[in-house]
């Protein structure tokens, strides 16, 4: 059969040429260039409607008595483990000194070894084995003054180094490297405490802290507080046989506030139709800081805001969000604030940061002698943060509803095959009058 008659019988625009329809070449081209156009945008539309997209929303944030999570890892390559504590504060009066629970203390080989890991499981000098269970049961050392801790392994007595040093801090009493106290003499406290000296330490893991303005802090030396001043014992910090002292410098691997997101959700935020958004990049991961000076101090300022992840068919069941503190007691560290319905409450963050010496002085180095410093403070990184009003939600929508969709194909059949028998009216009618001249 020729190729002519092959596209004549696929002509689905037929014409009445004194009553009869006419199939034409061009034609049956058109009608198969139609339908593939047609099943090329109903495709397109079938797509469109299976595509979710997040859709933001912002609104006022009412939740009342809620607990948040703090997820940090920080390495320090100049100062040892033993000589950092991590302490947490807030407006509501809440104090964490010395955090353990859910933080870990990881001991570094000094730089010039590599700085590999040398320890996990060793958070601070004194083990299990520091206890003095060896001693006469009737043994009660002595606190040196100082009213023995609550804590204590025997009441009214310091029976070991770390309980002479709780017991000093009571009283915001300096401890130094125990020496003349029996019971640091007798677990080596100062002899390890020279053995980590050039070692670094990295701190990693999460805290639980109340949903209000407050502080976490990395500073030397165990904490106390002094009236209404919190302070630091300093002397072992500073008093340092390492040539060119312990400093500060630091390396921010990650922080964040809050769970962190599943990767299906974080393509899903990222996707073309939101490529302005910067959505959940936690902006010091990676931040790296560096000086010579042992006095020296830095900030960060944290803006917090809180942020919802609702996925694709959310049903709302009861207040948004409410993670109180009485739930989120009971919930594992790590775990807060994730549904089992699949949404997730969650926490972005902006950051303004400031350093300074403690000794004062101005930026002249960094071209901005205009800048002056106040004189005192606490060596360490401070990470200030407060809390927005504003609350952020992301909801997973589809991009249309099924009846947009239906509309959406009804509309590219229509048109497109609208079009195309316009198309193939004019080709008609053009070779139809071409044919007519050349007869004449």
């Known amino acids: 059969m020729p190729a002519k008659s092959r596209f004549t019988r696929l002509d689905a625009f037929t014409k009445t040429v004194e009553d009869a329809r006419v199939r034409t070449t061009s034609g ?37 008595g809620e607990r948040m999570e703090i997820h940090l890892n920080v390495s320090f390559p100049r100062i040892p483990c033993e000589l950092l504590s991590l302490d947490v504060m807030d407006v509501s009066g809440e104090q964490q000194t010395g955090v353990m629970h859910g933080v870990s203390k990881v001991r570094l ?65 300096a401890f130094g490297r125990g020496d003349n106290v029996e019971q640091c003499e007798r677990e080596h406290y100062g002899e390890r405490l020279d053995e980590q000296r050039h070692e670094g330490c990295r701190i990693e893991g999460g805290l639980r802290v109340n949903k209000v303005v407050g502080n976490f802090h990395i500073a030397p030396g165990r904490s106390f507080s002094n009236g209404n001043m919190h302070v630091h014992d300093l002397n072992n910090y500073f008093e340092s046989p390492v040539e060119g002292g312990h400093t500060f410098t630091h390396e921010i691997h990650h922080l964040r506030f809050g769970p962190q997101l599943p990767e299906e959700m974080t393509r899903n935020i990222g996707t073309k139709s939101m490529s302005w958004t910067n959505h959940h990049l936690n902006p010091l991961d990676q931040t790296n800081q560096e000086t010579d000076d042992a006095a020296f101090n ?24 409410s993670f109180t503190e009485s739930s989120a007691d009971l919930t594992p560290l790590g775990t807060h604030g994730r549904g089992d319905d699949g949404s997730l409450e969650t926490h972005q963050y902006s950051v303004t940061s400031h350093k300074r010496s403690l000794g004062g002085g101005n930026d002249a180095q960094e071209g901005h002698k205009e800048r002056i410093h106040a004189r005192g403070g606490i060596p360490g990184v401070f990470f200030s943060y407060d809390i927005s009003p504003m609350k952020v939600i992301n909801r997973e929508e589809r991009s249309k509803t099924f009846v947009g969709f239906l509309t959406g194909v009804f509309a590219v059949i229509g048109g497109t095959l609208t079009v ?3 198309i193939d009216r004019g080709v008609y009618e053009s070779a139809t009058r071409i044919k007519k001249l050349h007869k004449r």
């Open 28 to 64: 049956g081209i058109v009608t198969i260039a139609s339908l593939l156009i047609v099943f090329y945008l109903v495709w397109g539309e079938w797509a469109d409607y299976r595509r979710v997209i997040v859709h933001p929303e912002l609104i006022v944030d009412k939740g009342r």
């Open 109 to 173: 080989a000094p730089l010039k070894d590599g700085g590999h890991v040398i320890d996990v499981k060793a958070l601070d000098l004194h083990s299990k084995d520091d206890v003095a269970s060896h001693l006469d049961p009737e043994y009660c050392g002595g606190c040196y003054g100082a009213p023995a801790p609550p804590g204590a392994s025997k009441s009214r007595c310091c029976n070991t180094c770390e309980e002479v040093r709780e017991a000093y801090a009571s009283v915001s009493w």
């Open 298 to 321: 830095f900030m960060y300022f944290v803006k917090v805001v809180s942020t919802s992840y609702l996925p694709l068919g959310y049903q709302a069941k009861g207040n948004l969000g």
């Open 420 to 422: 195309a028998a316009a």
